[in-house]
């Protein structure tokens, strides 16, 4: 039990939390922690449920039975308290706990100091009590699908890019199935994509930047990516090879953070009238040009698995400069409908029930009409207002896995002839999801043993996600085969496979993490760092 100071009450009036009746009671002085069983009493004596004490800067909230919370940070209120009142009070109480969970179950953890032999993972989520907080008010919102927290994080996400809209989804590969579908719709009269067309791109790397081609019907053309340079990206020299009266577009990733051509491609597709989407979940913040990647494209894609560079647990986000697609990529996302009021509203367009569409009877409902073949791949508010929290701290983050890079790169410098390090695309700045590393043809070091090495110090790997996806099972049947075409060798996607790793530069690294890794890979060649 906690003693208590000496300290004066002011009994407020009686109060209505919602259906609750309570008592608010105003502690003058700094008092400290104080004991609540002799006002509990107090109250209990007066057959009150819920007795809030505010002392100087902090709140106690007590329900009889159960103290719920206490600290700084909420408004002192006394007397009767109307609704709003009442919901930041209930709400500051939530937050309170919430604060303290943090500061007792996470933070310990997080600010413990690294010692050799420590897991030094290659990602994760990096947070602090801000994501929790909000995600706390949404749930207290209760409010569950798309709602305040969604809208503000598309429009202020968009207003980071630079771009017209943004629209949030439940994974980057949704984000990516989304932006290829709306490429088909038929909005875009007679520039949409339609099955059998092709779209150009690399074996390397992620599979659903790749899948929902196939899923659309359409064909991957894969060319291969450059290895020797340190880059990693698609080859443009073969772009001109792998063109057909077919190609409707190109959809990439920016490996790792670092930015493909973008001269080259965007001139490509300029010149013979292909979309371009890019897939940017690795590369929130790289430049290119000075321009942020992700606002070169037709259309762009990000992540927020807890990876990525900032994270809302599943989510993901689909945007563009153009409103063009805007109306595509929404009803794509949102059942294939043709309406476009938020969840909760209707009838926004004010045409609900006298419009006349497809083969429907006149003045059929427009909140049940459906012009494209849709999913739902909706966020919840929830996810969104980790989101919230994240953005804020996106720019930190997007610094310090620069400064993390660097620094590794600085340490490794003298590996270049075991090694091809990485290399930033000219003109770029990447924002780098990662640090890869490819065994050159040189050196008697295997890729496996490699890897094994630095697991077993305790330093997490990762590989080029599916190396050649070619080879994957999926697509390496009869039936597999069938559904791609490949318009150059892929000699280089097979090295990334065979000789490619990464290690993490992600802002979760704590100081002594990449001087061990740098000290690790020296020890993997017999060397001194
Ligand atoms: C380049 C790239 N695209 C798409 C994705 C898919 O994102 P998600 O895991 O959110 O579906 C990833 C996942 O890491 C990725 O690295």
Known sequence: MITAPSFELIIGSLVQYGSTRGIVVAIDQQAGLVDIAPICDQVKA????????????????????????????????????????????????????????????HQPAQQKPFTPGDRIT????????????????????????TGRFSDEFERRFAQKLGVRFAALVNSGSSANLIAFSALTSPLLGDRAIRA?????????????TVTPVLQNQCVPVFVDITVDDGTYNIDTSLLEGALSNRTRAIMVAHTLGNPINLDAV?????????????????????????????????????????PHHMTMGEGGAVYAKSLQLKRAVESFRDWGRDCWCPAGKDNTCGKRFCQTLGDLPPGYDHKYVYSHAGFNLKVTDMQAAIGLAQLDKIDSFIAARRANWQALREQLSSLEDVFILPEPTKHADPSW??????????????????????????IQTRMLFAGNLTRQPFLATEHGRSLYRTASSLVNTDRAMTDTFWVGVYPGLKPGMIEYTAQVLHELVGRRP
């Open 46 to 105: 007066a057959n009150n449920a819920l007795l809030e004490i505010s002392v100087a800067s902090e709140v106690i909230m007590v329900d009889c039975a159960h103290l719920v919370s206490c600290a700084r940070d909420v408004v002192q209120v006394q007397g009767q308290l109307d609704e709003a009142a009442c919901d930041t009070i209930l709400r500051a109480t939530v937050r309170v706990g919430i604060e303290r969970y943090y500061v007792a179950r």
């Open 433 to 458: 999801f990662g640090f890869l590393l490819t065994i050159r043809d040189t050196s008697r070091l295997s890729r496996t043993k490699a890897v094994e090495f630095l697991e077993s110090k305790n």
């Open 266 to 306: 965007v001139a490509f597709c300029k010149q013979h009238n292909l979309w371009l989407v890019e897939d940017n979940c690795d590369a929130l913040g790289s430049t290119y040009h000075g321009q942020l990647t992700g606002t070169f494209g037709d259309l762009a894609t990000s992540s927020f698995y807890p």
């Open 122 to 145: 290659y990602a994760g989520r990096v947070f602090d009590e801000q994501e929790m907080l909000k995600l706390g008010d949404s749930m207290l919102d209760f409010w569950l699908t």
């Open 196 to 208: 059998g067309d092709e779209v150009i791109t690399v074996a390397a790397g992620f599979p659903t």
